[in-house]
């Protein structure tokens, strides 16, 4: 059957019926439905199971405020648990199921937990399931888990995709209620540039549903018209279907687009998150309304005043037939009489307050509605489904009910200003007595950058509670914002509207309110996760006094909803428990975002082949071509090995160490990191920052040089090259070139800004290829152009000149211990001059190796690796690199740090070779072990590997150590541990396996 | 999501575009330094609540680094200026006297 | 010279505006006094130009001269003058303390056209690209990695970014311009 | 005190809960105590704890400013492992793993706490050869860890993408007994049970001033008064800074805001914890079905509790490329805490330069899961006034003598 009341439905286009199925079933509704209306509309009231007894649970609102109607949607790559019916756009073709039950929504085990209900109170966990003590992770746990959790996992990669945006305003205005519209209209005015966005796809909030009357029309026509003024002003820009979600320090502010949920076949991006800097921000978020707290008030059918109202006006549905309103304020009475007005049935208007005088309640008597002054619910009847209420007494303890049938119960408790935004940033709460609900404190709003408030409120979201004072209030807020965002504004008129004239309302926070125990455990606070208000009163009375302890002690306010509904209710029966007043108590503290936004918007872009910026050499496509095996180096990718045919890793490397040690191997070494360092204040600049004396180092000549921090650990090596009297080129370890490039700015910048010294970082200005090996010298010589023979360049030294009719630089140097160039020519070249030299060298066995080859010859040379060696606690001199430090030098970074007593300890393990007896391969990080335990219980240890490998020019295990005393200890044999409790005997040798005399780097 | 104006430069940076560059106007003891005047500056920070003198560096951008005097309990920024200099400007430290009646100082 | 090649070797693509890399761009990196005599004859004379107000580009027939912070320069030129024009700055700079240092091969260049350009650089950078003025330049970050940009033309903005990483540029871009990401909010 | 037990539970349900007191006393502050320990978080209530357990010291008062566990204990990721690198960590962590496993029976208080297992994701060679290193040391440290294969994790968390692209899993190091633990509730429980041992817990009470003469502490100024004592703690996260000005000296310290996130609960999906060093994020999900994740701290000084986007986002980005199904599922709510950074990442558990003044505190991200480990410990510095050797290596001494305890060697950030 439908529920739908012709001629109603102000959002409806009844012209287009969209198809949709619930639970396998095909539902219909129109354009212009929420998935909650349709559902309704196809008399789907009941729409998903509690968190933790599994109750029955019927949609009670109608906005993001929702905690109960969530849905698993979708299918596949786009199935999305925990939907919120009430903030979905039905589009033809949505499929939805209903969450969190076995084996389905009308019959689910899990309600057991209802039935037992009374043994799981609040914290009742923290109490129990304690023995024996591998229960909790084996038996208990595992139950717990199962139960928990609402909507099912995803399972498949999401395929939409995903934006970032940053705009840049005056002022930003959250929230397109007629307060919004007016603020925004008021900042416009002033020039300022403005930014107006609404959660929903509609505009007009309330007072369009309310049929509030603004300068003597319906605000639905008023609004019209301001909207279309705003469209035409330049400098202000409307959206809808932007939630501003979260406020952050300096006007910052998330608005969490959805461009396509209800649209998905769309192609354009499924959500765009919007970073927006605001100088100020109005919030016009209107306010929601509370539930009553009486027993079985979360039967399905048993709703918001405002909720039914919406269904009604907006989507022309009847929730019920019978209607059946309980309020404290009068704003409930808007409900009677709407429904009334409808031709509905409201059997009666429940009014805890006595004598009820107000124009609305003078009108619902007009219309020949019963109202019961001075009455509460006591208890709600049904099941699934609500079928009467027992009326008692308000003030009495809930007996002698007399029982009113009917299928739906409409609740209002009062209305609470949405304050979070307001309050994300640390703007402070008042406590209004008039109305039982916390507002902002215009006095104390988040502070900017320089101090300013940026948050300004408007409308009921200031607390203006009725249509005249929120126009006014938000006008006010318009100007305001665009004044302190620097705007003179005009003296334009406030759009007119009367205020109706209310009578108090009665805070009732339990109904009734001497309500027993039995009654108080089924009057529910949290509709999701089952926080009742005999929850709170435990919590109380077991000394969790403090908001905080009772939000956490009962999980009040934790659900997907974060407490919209639950929290201020809660908050007062917690007063009440403790007999003091709510603002003592205080609230819990509000975080972002608003409503629960996608990760998939949050990561944005950075998604699959542009997650993470990944940089290439010049040479990085020939790589690829040639099947590398790639590792990351910082954000580099470089060839670790380039396996042939069927050739594992390993086969690989050892063949690429062979070749290039016995032919020629070519490395692509640009990512080694080259810096320029010019100035008459050079040399001085960089006897600071290496441990070495660089001034003193000859134009064209190379020396190696390490850098330390100023807490003297090895932070950097590389060689560095004179250009000329006041240039120098210092090479950095490969990712380390931005880093040492920042760390002379600093010095510069901030230490030594009277030295006459400019850094350029010219790395990626360059490609550089390590040719390498016997056959080096042939191959350059055949490429011609330069005298690359030892006399003219020898080791270490360094020349301009062409190669192959390429314009080089040539260094020679080596990090393998064979003879070697390192040679740099304009990246824009480097594929051409690599492709050049595998031409020229294929008669002399040119063959590419990668890091992992490096990495081996550097260690059969005894050749450090910055993080290898070091870790960030090594000095040089553990490594024996007091050669690299100057003793000349009365300072350079980390000198002084060097000389504290723990690191100038002759105690400190120090480097070594380390070669297993039986030729085996030490495992990496391996530990050497001592005699005995420490205090604490742990293996005594006198060294560890940093480097171990497979040589296979030596055919056996080599490896490098730091070992106590090591350096004395030579032919000494330790015991090496094991994970599995073995040991390995390794022998203490000199740390250079391979060329000791150093003769073949030298030919 | 903090901003800062760079003084070099006149942009008005946000947090992703610089580098935190901890406590400004430590003065650096090198060779021939005490234990204790060494630890002080490498490690020993006032870690205020309330106005912190800091470095920031315009990493994104023109790359300068600045110093800034920045409140850390509401993160209100007083001024950026250079970080060539010692001490912070006489006018700011004026401004934030004014702003911060009971604030002690900035040594 | 004639095997030199640019990153992308002028890749192009068409979303709602338009990506395209634009090969290879002469560039000089330029740091000294701004003030001093030398630094700034140096400077007409290799770029036609004078020194250009701070974040701001100066053009000339024979170059342009980009601001990139209170003590650095890029001059732009054509690549293949970039090293002999570099040569003649380091010559001139042989009395005062300034630096020139041909850069032009670790940078790539994009250029996005088409009245969405402005939006698809606010995907991606925290810039106010609303009020963002011709000629003025902006060094920030594009996502991930440093960048530099201006309004080269009405409808066009000219991006440099380091070398290595003009594939995620490239695909950034494209992921920001592809069509249905139209924001509308930039006109 | 009230025993908890499933009898005690049904007991009660039958009469609507009447019979239940509360979990620890609200009691006015006394004139002396024979120690005062200022900041009832873990840290501090646990440090009580031991006092009075260990050491039969119970005139203790523990002061807090807000309310008990209101700190970092609240605001953490509630992770619990101890497979560091350096011997002093792994001693202490491990010590504190180990007090975990029992501590709902020990305190009579179920803290769930949950031997999930932990793994840290090795995404590329340097991470391998770290975390073999880490487990080389472990092993002779008496913490249980491995190094696992990739397959092994692909069986262990089947919603992980290990094939990359950008950053393919290589392996992982494993500690099968690590886990986490129900935060608020280890709070509550050595609240309770130091509580019923007799000692004050005293919250909505400020320190303002520490007295002190001729270089020995005296005692506390607090908004409810002075408050006199023979030994002085201070274990207050987020204020050390602040305390120790108060008591006359400075600290190598910084406060900077550490952020975390929660996603909408979902069914079990997780059922480890993972951290992912590389690219920064780590990761469980809870008995109520959330995920909750940890990234990176801000780099500077902060107080707000409020951190910087940016860090949530690179964080969730990181995330979605290892778990490429949370793309769909949505952040909760987001918060930050703010946590004290020593100048070697490691925590600070010394005397100081003022007599019977101790502090413990820059456990930077590591706080939660040291928390009865550090209270031991700490107990032992109080009781003897000497460092027991739980806590030798963990003096303020290091700084002078070049002696770091520093963790980040083992490949990528501590969490």
């Known amino acids: 059957m439908s529920n739908r009341i012709d001629g109603m439905g102000r959002l409806l286009n009844r012209d287009t019926p969209v198809s949709f199925t619930f639970n396998g079933k095909t539902l219909s509704g129109y354009q212009g439905d929420t998935l909650a209306s349709a559902l309704l509309a196809n008399d789907q009231m009941l729409m998903g199971r509690s968190f933790k007894y599994h109750r029955a649970r019927g949609v009670v609102?109608?906005?993001?405020?929702?905690?109960?109607?969530?849905?698993?949607?979708?299918?596949?790559?786009?199935?999305?648990?925990?939907?919120?019916?009430?903030?979905?756009?039905?589009?033809?073709?949505?499929?939805?199921?209903?969450?969190?039950h076995w084996p389905n929504l009308n019959f689910d085990v899990g309600v057991i937990n209802n039935y037992v209900s009374k043994f799981l109170p609040a914290g009742f966990y923290y109490k129990t399931?304690?023995?024996?003590?591998?229960?909790?992770?084996?038996?208990?746990?595992?139950?717990?888990?199962?139960?928990?959790?609402?909507?099912?996992?995803?399972?498949?990669?999401?395929t939409d995709r995903y934006e970032h945006f940053y705009a840049f305003v005056d002022v930003l205005i959250v929230g397109g209620g007629i307060a919004g519209v007016q603020a925004a209209l008021a900042a416009g005015q002033s020039g300022a540039k403005v930014l107006l966005v609404e959660q929903t796809a509609h505009w007009g909030g309330r007072a369009v549903v309310d049929g509030a009357i603004i300068d003597g029309k319906p605000a639905e026509e008023w609004l019209i018209e301001t909207l279309q003024t705003l469209e035409n002003m330049d400098n202000v820009t409307i959206r809808t279907r932007i939630m501003g979600a979260g406020v952050y320090d300096h006007g910052y502010a998330l608005g969490y687009e959805r461009i396509t949920d209800h649209a998905p076949e769309t192609n354009a991006p499924r959500h765009r998150l919007w970073r927006i800097r605001a100088k100020q921000i109005i919030t016009a978020t209107g306010a929601i309304e509370r539930p009553l707290s009486f027993a079985g008030n979360d039967i399905p059918g048993v709703m918001l005043a405002s909720a039914v109202r919406d269904y009604l006006v907006?989507?022309?549905?009847?929730?019920?037939?019978?209607?059946?309103?309980?309020?404290?304020?009068?704003?409930?009475?808007?409900?009677?009489?709407?429904?009334?007005?409808?031709?509905l049935e409201v059997p009666a208007v429940i009014d805890v307050r006595e004598q009820v005088q107000s124009n609305l309640a003078k009108q619902a008597r007009a219309l020949g509605i019963e109202i019961r002054e001075g009455r509460a619910i006591a208890s709600v009847k049904g099941g699934k489904r609500v079928t009467g209420v027992g009326v008692s007494i308000m003030q009495g303890t809930g007996g002698a009910q007399e029982e009113i049938k009917c299928d739906c119960v409409a609740m209002s408790g009062g209305w609470s200003p949405v304050v979070h935004l307001w309050s994300h940033c640390g703007g402070k709460l008042n406590w209004i007595e008039e109305h039982a609900h916390f507002a902002p404190d215009p006095k104390r709003p988040p502070l900017g950058d320089e101090g300013q408030g940026f948050v300004i409120t408007a409308g009921i979201a200031s607390g203006a509670m009725e249509t005249g004072t929120v126009l006014q209030n938000a006008d006010a807020a318009g100007k305001s914002a665009a004044k302190a965002a620097g705007f003179a504004s005009k003296r334009t008129r406030v759009a007119k509207a009367d205020d109706v004239a209310t009578q108090v309302m009665l805070p009732a926070w339990i109904l009734p309110t001497n309500a027993l125990p039995e009654l108080r455990a089924k009057m529910w606070l949290d509709f999701q996760n089952d926080v009742k208000v005999s929850d709170i009163q435990l919590a109380a009375r077991?000394?969790?006094?403090?908001?905080?302890?009772?939000?956490?002690y009962t999980t009040l306010g934790m659900a997907t909803d974060q407490g919209k509904l639950s929290n201020i209710n809660g908050l007062a029966v917690l007063s009440d428990a403790l007999g003091q007043e709510i603002p003592q108590t205080g609230t819990t503290t509000f975080r972002p975002p608003y409503t629960p936004i996608s990760m998939g918007a949050i990561a944005g872009e950075a998604r699959g082949e542009i997650f993470q910026p990944l940089r290439q050499t010049p040479i990085h496509q020939w790589h690829v071509g040639h099947n590398a095996y790639m590792e990351p180096v910082g954000l580099w990718h470089r060839p670790y090995c380039y396996p042939r045919g069927e050739e594992t890793h390993q086969e690989a490397v050892t063949r690429e160490v062979n070749n290039t040690r016995q032919k020629l191997g070519l490395l692509d070494a640009s990512t080694l990191g080259k810096l320029i360092v010019k100035g008459p204040d050079a040399g001085k600049f960089l006897d600071m920052l290496y441990t070495n004396m660089m001034s003193n180092l000859k134009p064209g000549r190379c020396r190696y040089g390490l850098m330390c921090s100023e807490n003297g650990f090895l932070v950097d090596d590389g060689v560095v090259a004179r250009i000329d009297e006041d240039t120098f080129l210092c090479h950095t370890t490969s990712g380390g070139a931005e880093r040492i490039h920042g760390w002379m700015e600093e010095w510069l910048q901030t230490e030594w800004w009277d030295w006459q010294v400019y850094v350029a970082n010219v790395t990626e200005q360059f490609a550089q290829v390590a040719v390498v090996g016997p056959n080096a010298r042939k191959v350059l010589e055949k490429l011609g152009g330069m005298d690359v023979s030892k006399d003219a360049l020898s080791f270490m030294g360094w020349a301009d000149g062409i190669l192959g009719g390429f314009d080089v630089r040539v260094y020679r140097i080596s990090f393998s211990g064979e003879l070697s160039y390192e040679i740099a020519v304009p990246a824009s070249q480097g594929r051409a001059f690599w492709d050049a030299l595998h031409a020229a060298g294929a008669e002399f066995g040119a063959m590419a190796y990668g890091t992992e080859a490096l990495h081996i010859m550097r260690a059969e040379k005894g050749f450090i690796m910055i993080g290898d060696e070091t870790d960030g606690t090594i000095i040089p001199q553990d490594l024996g690199l007091n050669w690299a430090i100057s003793k000349k030098k009365d300072d350079f970074l980390g000198k002084r740090a060097q000389q504290r007593s723990h690191m100038a300890s002759k105690d400190r393990w120090q480097l070594v070779g380390l070669e297993t007896l039986d030729g085996s391969v030490l495992p990496d990080g391996a530990y050497a072990l001592a005699e005995g335990e420490n205090a604490n219980g742990q293996r005594n240890t006198q060294g560890r590997v940093t480097s171990t490998y497979h040589s296979p020019t030596l055919f056996r295990g080599i490896a490098m150590g730091l070992v106590l005393h090591g350096p004395d200890r030579m032919g000494e044999v330790i015991e090496f541990g094991n994970i599995d409790g073995t040991t390995i005997s390794a022998k203490i040798v000199d740390p250079v396996f391979y060329d000791k005399e150093g003769i073949k780097q030298n030919v | 999501m903090l901003i800062f104006e760079c003084p070099y430069c006149g942009v008005k940076a946000e947090e992703t575009e610089l580098h935190a560059g901890g406590e400004a106007h430590l003065t650096r003891h090198g060779a021939g330094a005490s234990d204790d005047d060494l630890k002080s500056y490498l490690f020993m920070r006032k870690n205020p609540k309330g106005v912190h003198f800091e470095r920031w560096q315009h990493a994104n951008g023109c790359g300068k680094w600045f110093h800034a005097a920045r409140c850390t309990m509401t993160l209100e920024v007083f001024g950026t200026y250079s970080a060539q200099t010692f001490e912070p400007p006489a006018e700011l430290v004026k401004k934030i006297k004014k702003k911060r009646p009971d604030w002690e100082g900035w040594t | 010279m004639s095997n030199a090649v640019s990153a992308l070797e002028g890749a192009s693509y068409q979303g709602f505006a338009q990506v395209r890399e634009m090969g290879l761009q002469g560039m000089i990196t330029l740091r000294g006094d701004f003030d001093n005599a030398i630094f700034k004859k140096t400077l007409k004379l290799i770029s036609g130009c004078n020194v250009p107000a701070l974040r701001e580009l100066n053009h000339s027939k024979s170059g342009t001269v980009v601001w990139m912070s209170p003590d650095e320069l890029l001059v732009l030129c054509a690549y293949d003058k970039a090293q002999v024009v570099t040569e003649k700055a380091v010559k001139q700079f042989a009395k005062t303390h300034s630096m020139a240092v041909n850069v032009s091969d670790a940078r790539a260049v994009f250029t996005i056209t088409g009245n969405g350009a402005r939006e698809v650089i606010a995907k991606l950078a925290p810039v106010d690209m609303a009020a963002f003025k011709k000629n003025e330049i902006r060094r920030t970050r594009l996502a991930q990695v440093p960048a530099a940009f201006w309004v080269s033309d009405d409808d066009q903005i000219t991006i440099v970014v380091f070398r290595s990483v003009a594939q995620y540029v490239f695909d950034l871009l494209k992921t920001a311009a592809a069509k249905g990401g139209e924001v509308g909010f930039i006109y | 005190?009230?025993?908890?037990?499933?009898?005690?539970?049904?007991?009660?349900?039958?009469?609507?809960?009447?019979?239940?007191?509360?979990?620890?006393?609200?009691?006015?502050?006394?004139?002396?105590?024979?120690?005062?320990?200022?900041?009832?978080?873990?840290?501090?209530?646990?440090?009580?704890?031991?006092?009075?357990?260990?050491?039969?010291?119970?005139?203790?008062?523990?002061?807090?400013?807000?309310?008990?566990?209101?700190?970092?204990?609240?605001r953490n990721t509630t992770i619990i492992r101890s497979n560091y690198l350096q011997d002093p960590s792994a001693a202490i962590y491990e010590k504190a793993r180990g007090l975990y496993e029992t501590m709902s029976q020990d305190l009579n208080m179920n803290v769930m706490f949950s031997p999930r297992g932990v793994m840290m994701l090795a995404q590329t060679q340097h991470e391998i050869r770290g975390f073999q290193r880490t487990a080389q040391a472990n092993a002779f440290q008496g913490v249980k860890t491995e190094f696992i294969s990739a397959q092994r994790v692909k069986q262990l968390v089947p919603i992980m993408n290990v094939d990359g692209p950008r950053y393919p899993v290589l392996g992982a190091l494993w500690q099968e007994r690590a886990g986490t633990a129900r935060h608020d509730a280890v709070a509550w429980a050595y609240a309770r049970a130091c509580s019923d041992m007799g000692m004050d817990i005293i919250q909505k009470c400020e320190v303002t001033a520490v007295n002190q003469s001729g270089g020995q502490v005296t005692g506390v100024e607090t908004t409810r008064g002075a408050?006199?004592?023979?030994?002085?703690?201070?274990?207050?996260?987020?204020?050390?800074?602040?305390?120790?000005?108060?008591a006359g000296f400075r600290l190598p310290m910084e406060s900077v805001a550490l952020q975390a996130l929660v996603s909408e609960p979902i069914k079990p999906c997780l059922d480890v914890v993972v951290m992912a060093n590389t690219v920064h994020g780590y990761i469980s999900q809870s008995d109520k079905g959330e995920f909750v994740i940890g990234g990176g701290t801000d780099m500077y000084n902060n107080y707000t509790q409020r951190g910087s986007f940016h860090h949530i986002e690179e964080t969730v980005r990181a995330l979605v490329e290892t778990f490429p199904m949370i793309s769909r599922m949505k952040m909760m709510r987001q918060w930050g805490g703010i946590v004290d950074v020593t100048g070697d990442r490691s925590p600070i558990i010394s005397k100081t330069p003022l007599g019977n003044c101790f502090i413990n505190g820059g456990w930077g991200t590591g706080g939660f899961k040291s928390i009865p480990g550090s209270g031991w410990g700490m107990a032992e510095l109080v009781a003897k006034g000497e460092h027991g050797p739980l806590t030798a290596e963990f003096g303020l001494d290091r700084f002078n003598e070049g002696r770091f305890i520093d963790e980040s060697v083992a490949a990528g950030v501590a969490h």
């Open chain 1, 61 to 100: 609102a109608s906005g993001a405020e929702e905690p109960n109607a969530l849905v698993n949607m979708g299918e596949g790559a786009r199935f999305e648990p925990n939907q919120r019916v009430t903030t979905t756009e039905l589009f033809d073709g949505l499929t939805a199921k209903s969450q969190n």
């Open chain 4, 227 to 246: 408050i006199s004592c023979k030994k002085l703690a201070i274990l207050v996260a987020g204020n050390s800074g602040d305390l120790a000005r108060m």
């Open chain 4, 1 to 74: 005190m009230r025993r908890y037990s499933a009898f005690a539970v049904a007991r009660e349900a039958l009469r609507y809960n009447k019979g239940w007191g509360r979990a620890w006393r609200a009691p006015q502050p006394k004139k002396h105590y024979d120690v005062v320990i200022v900041g009832a978080g873990g840290h501090g209530l646990a440090t009580a704890y031991y006092l009075g357990k260990n050491f039969g010291i119970t005139n203790v008062a523990i002061l807090e400013k807000g309310w008990l566990g209101g700190g970092n204990t609240g």
């Open chain 1, 129 to 158: 399931f304690m023995f024996p003590r591998f229960a909790w992770k084996h038996v208990f746990e595992p139950i717990v888990r199962h139960s928990a959790g609402l909507g099912k996992p995803p399972t498949e990669a999401d």
């Open chain 1, 314 to 343: 907006n989507w022309g549905i009847a929730v019920g037939q019978r209607t059946v309103v309980v309020t404290n304020n009068d704003d409930g009475y808007r409900t009677a009489i709407a429904l009334k007005q409808a031709g």
């Open chain 1, 542 to 552: 077991e000394g969790y006094e403090s908001v905080e302890h009772t939000k956490r």
